[in-house]
């Protein structure tokens, strides 16, 4: 039976109407597997756990006659599965480099390919012949949901070893700024809801001060209305400098991949300063725009992302219409420091004082009300506040066990969001089964040669590392007796 067309959230409809053939709007995900997967069994979980759960994955978008710049979506009356899946082969040749080598240039094949808007938003392209693996790579438009909402929907296909369904398993103590969650209460309007954020983050904020007594009381609550200004301060002036990673985006897109590298030596390093592990991974991509700068003949300088926080709490089922619940922050990355441990250090002071900031809050009311302007407006203000940054960084926590995906092991994930405006550069961090990957997304006729900022970027993860470890397995000196 239809479904009645449903409203489509403003913030949603700002994501609907941001696709340029230079930037799509589109969030690309990537599951690798260690084996092939029977793939009728895939396309059954494609159906019972995200078509029929979801219902934005068998509509489309529909203009409103009555109100301008009004969407909703709409049941598709010819939806057939078959149209969203497609199934590829790869050679299954060589070493596991060139194994992901072959399935990235397949990726970067899908890139700049819009979705017909007569249909639903998205589609799964089941690729066999990744070495002796397979891959699941999930395109969709970001008006369905924010990264972090996907990532949960695609973690759904996947089973731990007991067959239960998997999801994300919440924000570890050293979590990153991106996961989270910020406790945005359920309302009926995007001001109301963004005005009530900040009043839940200024709440969390007093709840911790009010046992300090009413000195330190006066002055964190000056420090908190200081910080305000600086933060209103820092979203209109803040400008990434001109760089080896800036220019006007084109139309294709190159993607590239770090292996696996264990977490403990990485978590060690951070302990050495009393940094978390988002830190740490936030020093080491600083260190190879640094490195990729200065071999390109220009001054390495701090360059500006742009970090995706999600609000909405990773502890509760993600609501059927899903949509996009999420706040971007600027981050500017240490990435003019020479030296890895001095990167930390700035990264970590960088990210604690966003993460004490209103900032998130501001942005978050800034998103949901930019969705209710004309399309022309919108567009302005966008490219305002993305041209401010080289690109966006995302951080997740995935699942820390092994899952499984139609009976063969998930052996890694991987998963970008798009940028706007004149964005040339992202970056993903995937945290899984105690190992960490990092992928890059570069816009080719700015940055064509990722794999120089690859090649940097997995030579600074391997001196952290080994800093990590050293610093676990060094004998501790005894102190010496009175």
């Known amino acids: 039976m239809p479904r009645a067309p449903r409203r489509m959230g403003s913030a949603d409809v700002l994501w609907l109407t941001m696709d340029r053939p230079n930037n799509l709007m589109v969030v690309v995900s990537v599951v690798l597997l260690g084996s092939v997967p029977d793939w009728d069994r895939v396309r059954r979980l494609l159906l019972?756990?995200?078509?029929?759960?979801?219902?934005?994955?068998?509509?489309?978008?529909?203009?409103?006659?009555?109100?301008?710049?009004?969407?909703?979506?709409?049941?598709?009356?010819?939806?057939?599965?078959?149209?969203?899946?497609?199934?590829?082969?790869?050679?299954?040749?060589?070493?596991?480099?060139?194994?992901?080598?072959?399935?990235?240039?397949?990726?970067?094949?899908?890139?700049?390919?819009?979705?017909?808007?007569?249909?639903?938003?998205?589609?799964?392209?089941?690729?066999?012949?990744?070495?002796?693996?397979?891959?699941?790579?999930?395109?969709?438009?970001?008006?369905?949901?924010?990264?972090?909402?996907?990532?949960?929907?695609?973690?759904?296909?996947?089973?731990?070893?007991?067959?239960?369904?998997?999801?994300?398993?919440?924000?570890?103590?050293?979590?990153?700024?991106?996961?989270?969650?910020?406790?945005?209460?359920?309302?009926?309007?995007?001001?109301?809801?963004?005005?009530?954020?900040?009043?839940?983050?200024?709440?969390?904020?007093?709840?911790?001060?009010?046992?300090?007594?009413?000195?330190?009381?006066?002055?964190?609550a000056a420090s908190l209305a200081l910080r305000t200004g600086q933060v209103v301060s820092d979203l209109l002036l803040t400008t990434s400098p001109p760089s080896a990673v800036g220019g006007v985006p084109g139309r294709a897109k190159r993607v590239v991949w770090t292996q696996p590298v264990p977490l403990a030596g990485l978590k060690g390093v951070g302990r050495l300063v009393g940094a978390t592990l988002n830190d740490v991974l936030v020093g080491a991509v600083a260190g190879a725009l640094h490195d990729y700068q200065h071999e390109h003949g220009q001054p390495p300088a701090d360059l500006v992302t742009m970090v995706p926080v999600n609000v909405r709490p990773l502890d509760e089922p993600l609501p059927a219409e899903l949509g996009n619940r999420f706040a971007l922050v600027f981050l500017r990355l240490p990435s003019g420091d020479a030296t890895p441990l001095g990167r930390l250090a700035l990264a970590k002071s960088r990210m604690d004082w966003l993460k004490a900031s209103p900032e998130a809050a501001l942005t978050f009311a800034l998103i949901s009300v930019i969705g209710r302007f004309p399309a022309t407006i919108q567009r302005r203000v966008v490219d305002f506040f993305a041209d401010k940054a080289i690109g966006v960084t995302t951080n997740v926590a995935g699942p820390r066990r092994v899952r499984h995906l139609a009976g063969v092991p998930v052996t890694g994930v991987l998963g970008w969001v798009p940028g706007s405006g004149r964005h040339t550069l992202g970056f993903c961090i995937v945290t899984y089964d105690d190992a960490v990957r990092i992928g890059i997304m570069g816009d080719e006729s700015v940055v064509p040669d990722p794999e120089a900022l690859l090649a940097a970027l997995e030579d600074g993860l391997s001196t952290l590392d080994r800093i990590g470890t050293d610093s676990r397995t060094a004998p501790r000196r005894r102190r010496p007796r009175s």
């Open 48 to 220: 019972t756990r995200l078509v029929d759960p979801y219902p934005v994955f068998s509509q489309r978008p529909k203009r409103s006659g009555r109100v301008l710049g009004r969407y909703r979506w709409e049941d598709d009356p010819d939806f057939d599965l078959e149209r969203h899946v497609r199934r590829a082969t790869l050679s299954g040749r060589g070493t596991p480099a060139q194994a992901d080598t072959e399935l990235q240039a397949y990726i970067e094949e899908q890139l700049s390919r819009p979705f017909d808007r007569t249909r639903p938003l998205w589609e799964a392209h089941l690729v066999d012949g990744h070495g002796s693996g397979a891959a699941l790579v999930f395109r969709s438009h970001h008006a369905l949901a924010d990264g972090i909402a996907l990532t949960r929907v695609l973690l759904g296909l996947t089973e731990d070893d007991g067959g239960v369904p998997g999801d994300l398993e919440g924000p570890a103590a050293d979590t990153d700024l991106s996961t989270l969650p910020l406790g945005v209460p359920a309302t009926t309007g995007p001001v109301s809801s963004a005005l009530r954020l900040a009043r839940v983050t200024t709440r969390a904020a007093w709840a911790r001060l009010r046992d300090k007594g009413s000195r330190a009381v006066v002055r964190d």
